[in-house]
């Protein structure tokens, strides 16, 4: 019987006749067979983790032996919890480790060091998980360090992944004319390379074995182009549902949108957000805020479709991707046009912040109010409690300095009774007067407050605050208008770049 296309270059499940151990194969083989220790398995979806695993059990001769859970089942995460108190376990295989609760991941980590300590030959435990599964880990268990093996999975090297083209050519009777931009276009995942071989031999009508050294091949980018419209069917919707954060934002600074950017673009399929927001300074006070504040993980949570594609772990502030054929369809999506058809009418930003608030310490209710009303709009506002962090040991002058002068789009000074006797504000709105000429300061005047306080601020247009109404109320006003003073700067750049 000749050999079937979907089992030579199979799309899902242990691959057979394509198989190629990964440069950890050896290493991962000695250690399972190791008594007590613990061993991680690390790394992306789609490099061959789980493939790998279960290749070095079947080697072992205790593939069948072997108790195979997943954090992904829920009944397999109870059994997970309850193995400390199950005596000697045999071999457990946990897949999914970054799937579990935090509490069940803490048990785990304590059983691993006691079997770790007591060397025991009756039971051992292989974790597998997304990259930095030994970090979270290790996270519960700081001292299971050097009681643990892991491995870490990165991209396979280009040889190993045509060596996987080359058997299935073997397989099929087949050559493939544009195997080098397969390997290419694979990014060292054995997983995207079964796919495009997949595409590119249905393209070509090969079904199953042909024997005769049939030469299959089509054009790379018509390759590409049908495999990525096929995806864009799949992922489309629920990209945009992650780029839009739930609720469209259009004055805001897209930081969904880029964080699926950043996945796209960066060579790595997992993100520590806390460096690419170091990398990344401008995306600070938007990325930062939606990590720190919970919003990304909430965003996952109530969109449970979206966790199939996106992995967050809050503990680590690990965005990782869990789909394989999601990542190459992020490489080749076309940024500008979906950030359209997402709703957002521009992706680049002028300026670190969108707002910087200046006002009297007797005024920081209204501040906090109107800062984190501003956040859930996700737009950048600078807010010198949420910088404390990094003003401390600076020159605080020099540090505030530039923020009001230049790097905020528009300040917002809260003008209440005390604003002008105040040393800071005095300081702050000596860096901030010269834009009061190129519209870039807008004044929230306090009804309390004498007028002409201020008399630069009363030559250009501003806000009324009332102190005796309703905070919130007031606050979600001024928040309205000021976006909306944003919305229509956002489409005036637009219109600009566009002509």
């Given at each position: 019987m000749p050999n079937l296309l979907e089992d030579v270059f199979k799309r899902s499940g242990v691959p057979t006749h394509t198989f190629v151990e990964p440069v950890e194969y050896r290493g991962l083989l000695v250690a399972v067979r190791t008594p007590g220790r613990a061993v991680i398995v690390e790394g992306?979806?789609?490099?061959?983790?789980?493939?790998?695993?279960?290749?070095?059990?079947?080697?072992?001769?205790?593939?069948?032996?072997?108790?195979?859970?997943?954090?992904?089942?829920?009944?397999?995460?109870?059994?997970?919890?309850?193995l400390p108190e199950m005596g000697d376990v045999g071999l457990?295989?946990?897949?999914?480790?970054?799937?579990?609760?935090?509490?069940?991941?803490?048990?785990?980590?304590?059983?691993?060091?006691r079997l770790a300590d007591e060397e025991n030959p009756n039971s051992k435990v292989i974790i597998v998980g997304i990259n930095r599964a030994g970090e979270a880990l290790l996270k519960f268990a700081s001292d299971l360090a050097g009681r643990v093996d892991t491995f870490r999975f990165e991209s396979n090297p280009e040889?190993?992944?045509?060596?996987?083209?080359?058997?299935?050519?073997?397989?099929?009777?087949?050559?493939?004319?544009?195997?080098?931009?397969?390997?290419?276009?694979?990014?060292?995942?054995?997983?995207?390379?079964?796919?495009?071989?997949?595409?590119?031999?249905?393209?070509?009508?090969?079904?199953?074995?042909?024997?005769?050294?049939?030469?299959?091949?089509?054009?790379a980018e018509l390759l590409k182009q049908k495999v990525h419209e096929d995806l864009f069917r799949v992922f489309g919707g629920r990209a945009r549902l992650f780029a839009s954060g739930g609720k469209l934002r259009r004055e805001g600074r897209a930081p969904y949108?880029?964080?699926?950017?950043?996945?796209?673009?960066?060579?790595?399929?997992?993100?520590?957000?806390?460096?690419?927001?170091?990398?990344?300074?401008?995306?600070?006070?938007?990325?930062?805020q939606?990590?720190?504040?919970?919003?990304l993980a909430q965003h996952l949570e109530k969109n449970p479709e979206l966790g199939e594609l996106i992995h967050f772990d809050q503990d680590t502030h690990v965005l990782s991707v869990e789909d394989p054929k999601f990542v190459f369809f992020l490489k080749n999506l076309l940024w500008s046009k979906f950030a359209q058809q997402v709703g957002y009418r521009l992706i680049q930003f002028r300026g670190k912040y969108d707002f910087a608030l200046s006002f009297a310490g007797s005024d920081r209710d209204v501040a906090q109010a109107l800062f984190e009303e501003l956040q859930r709009r996700e737009v950048s506002v600078f807010y010198d409690f949420n910088?404390?962090?990094?003003?401390?040991?600076?020159?605080?002058?020099?540090?505030?300095?530039?923020?009001?002068?230049?790097?905020?789009?528009?300040?917002?000074?809260?003008?209440?009774?005390?604003?002008?006797?105040?040393?800071?504000?005095?300081?702050?709105?000596?860096?901030?007067?010269?834009?009061?000429?190129?519209?870039?300061?807008?004044?929230?005047?306090?009804?309390?407050?004498?007028?002409?306080?201020?008399?630069?601020?009363?030559?250009?247009?501003?806000l009324l605050f009332d102190r005796n109404a309703d905070l919130k109320t007031e606050v979600a006003r001024i928040a309205e208008v000021l976006c909306e003073r944003l919305r229509e700067d956002r489409l005036q750049e637009k219109d600009e770049r566009s002509a």
């Open positions: 992306p979806s789609g490099i061959g983790k789980t493939t790998c695993v279960v290749r070095v059990l079947d080697e072992l001769g205790q593939k069948d032996a072997a108790l195979k859970l997943s954090g992904r089942r829920p009944e397999d995460v109870e059994l997970i919890g309850a457990v295989v946990v897949d999914d480790f970054h799937k579990l609760p935090a509490d069940i991941k803490a048990r785990l980590a304590d059983y691993v060091k040889e190993r992944v045509t060596q996987l083209v080359e058997r299935g050519e073997s397989a099929l009777g087949i050559r493939i004319g544009i195997k080098e931009h397969i390997v290419n276009e694979s990014r060292g995942s054995f997983h995207i390379a079964q796919m495009l071989c997949y595409e590119l031999c249905l393209l070509s009508g090969v079904t199953e074995e042909v024997g005769d050294q049939r030469e299959v091949t089509t054009s949108l880029y964080l699926l950017h950043w996945l796209g673009t960066e060579d790595q399929w997992a993100l520590q957000l806390d460096e690419m927001v170091r990398k990344y300074p401008d995306h600070k006070g938007s990325v930062g939606i990590v720190n504040n919970g919003f910088e404390q962090h990094r003003i401390l040991a600076t020159y605080v002058e020099d540090y505030l300095a530039p923020i009001y002068g230049s790097e905020a789009r528009y300040v917002v000074p809260l003008m209440g009774p005390a604003y002008p006797r105040r040393i800071w504000t005095k300081f702050e709105s000596e860096q901030f007067k010269h834009r009061f000429g190129e519209g870039a300061v807008i004044p929230v005047w306090f009804t309390s407050s004498p007028v002409g306080l201020f008399d630069e601020s009363s030559r250009v247009g501003g």
